[in-house]
């Protein structure tokens, strides 16, 4: 039998991917990772205009995989969440004083995060990575994967970690099913200079056609997450700036005073996606790779992040001991521990998106009564800001305090 080329591969070298090649690498782990995108591609600004809601415990990951220092100057605290509905005068108000002195979280651009995490992996000797590259077929037995790969040829490892996104060659060539929900909105992402300074405040305000967030991000700017109709969007994506400075200041409203659109605007469709399973032998699914979320609350990049801690955590402490990093023990326990969470919360985002975009009176009369209770409900108000931060259910070691 072949000797393996490394302890585990990873397919996909997105935040998901990196961050786990880099946990496992610094656990003495030998890791590949393959990436289908050229890495100087993947730090280019006009790759992805999108930022991150890095929840408190994702920081905590970050931290431990030596990355968060170097993304504290492009990190804005979020001190306050604002949630409304349309132009109802009740809101649902998070104060960060009403848990502790820290913030909720941080609002990063992706950018800035690829690079951090690409910057942490090339330090890493026994982290390589493979870019362009592509999966083109695996083979599972007893004692091993191996993949065949388009410039590589074949390549073996003890474990196939597949964090290849929402439409996973490896997930598909493994035969994992999944469950699909198209939204049939498209978020346009774009980021704004205004006037006046938001306060490290984020609003996430229920419209018609969908949520439209406001994050802030450092300086006097901030991020816009605008859902509306797909047969609507490219409307908007092709109005003059100046026109569709218009457009978003109606919806902002005028707390933030003047606003210009800083650089271009992005799209992205909107669906939703669960796997049927996230192993096979000798085969995790992780991140987008297994579950696919609306955006409607931020939570997506962080889902992965617990991903990867938890695995991180069950394959350093089994190659500490000489086991087997990629026997059904591992990849039962890694399932059990991480499907539940995300199913609940594509379940619950799955929710707020269809309750919130239905404008039938009685149900927009009971959201505004929802909103008012939660904000008068002090025990379940903690509850979901502490859920937000990330520091609820069986939290992984990586993610912990102290």
């Not at 979020?78 to 132009?87: C, E, F, Q």
């Not at 502790?100 to 690079?115: A, L, M, Q, T, Y």
Request: glycine share 8%; proline share 5%; charged share 20%.
């Amino acid at each position: 039998m072949r000797q393996w080329d490394a302890n585990i591969i990873i397919a996909g070298g997105g935040m998901v991917g990196l961050s786990l090649g880099i946990g496992l690498a610094r656990a003495g782990v030998s890791v590949m990772l393959l990436e289908r995108t050229p890495m100087a591609a993947q730090l280019d600004a006009a790759f992805d205009g999108r930022v991150s809601a890095i929840a408190r415990g994702s920081s905590r990951l970050l931290a431990r995989l030596g990355v968060w220092e170097n993304l504290l100057p492009y990190a804005q605290p979020i001190w306050d969440i604002r949630v409304s509905d349309g132009h109802s005068p009740l809101f649902l108000h998070y104060d960060h004083r009403e848990v502790d002195s820290e913030p909720f979280g941080w609002i990063v651009e992706n950018r800035h995060i690829r690079w951090a995490l690409a910057q942490a992996a090339e330090a890493l000797p026994n982290l390589a990575v493979a870019a362009p590259e592509e999966l083109t077929h695996l083979t599972a037995d007893e004692g091993g994967v191996t993949v065949q790969c388009k410039n590589r040829g074949a390549l073996r490892a003890q474990l196939l970690a597949a964090a290849d996104g929402k439409q996973s060659r490896a997930r598909e060539l493994a035969d994992i099913p999944v469950l699909e929900t198209d939204y049939g909105q498209t978020a346009i992402v774009c980021t704004i200079a205004h006037e006046k300074p938001h306060g490290g405040l984020a609003q996430e305000r229920f419209l018609p056609a969908g949520p439209f967030a406001v994050l802030p991000m450092t300086g006097n700017r901030s991020s816009l997450v605008w859902t509306e109709a797909r047969r609507d969007a490219p409307v908007f994506l092709q109005l003059p700036n100046q026109e569709c400075a218009h457009e978003i200041r109606e919806r902002v409203g005028d707390y933030l005073g003047a606003i210009t659109l800083e650089g271009p605007r992005f799209s992205y469709p909107l669906s939703a996606m669960h796997a049927r399973r996230y192993i096979a032998p000798r085969l995790c699914l992780v991140g987008d790779a297994a579950h696919a979320i609306h955006p409607i609350a931020g939570q997506g990049v962080n889902l992965g992040f617990r991903d990867v801690a938890v695995l991180v955590e069950l394959i350093a402490e089994r190659f500490a001991l000489g086991l087997d990093i990629g026997s059904q023990e591992v990849l039962s326990h890694y399932q059990r521990w991480r499907r539940f969470d995300n199913l609940t919360m594509l379940t619950v985002t799955d929710g707020l998106n269809r309750l919130f975009s239905n404008q039938l009176a009685p149900v927009q009369l009971a959201r505004g009564a929802g909103l008012w209770a939660v904000s008068h409900m002090p025990a379940l108000k903690r509850f979901f800001m502490r859920h937000a931060m990330g520091l609820t259910g069986d939290v992984p070691k990586l993610m912990r305090e102290g």
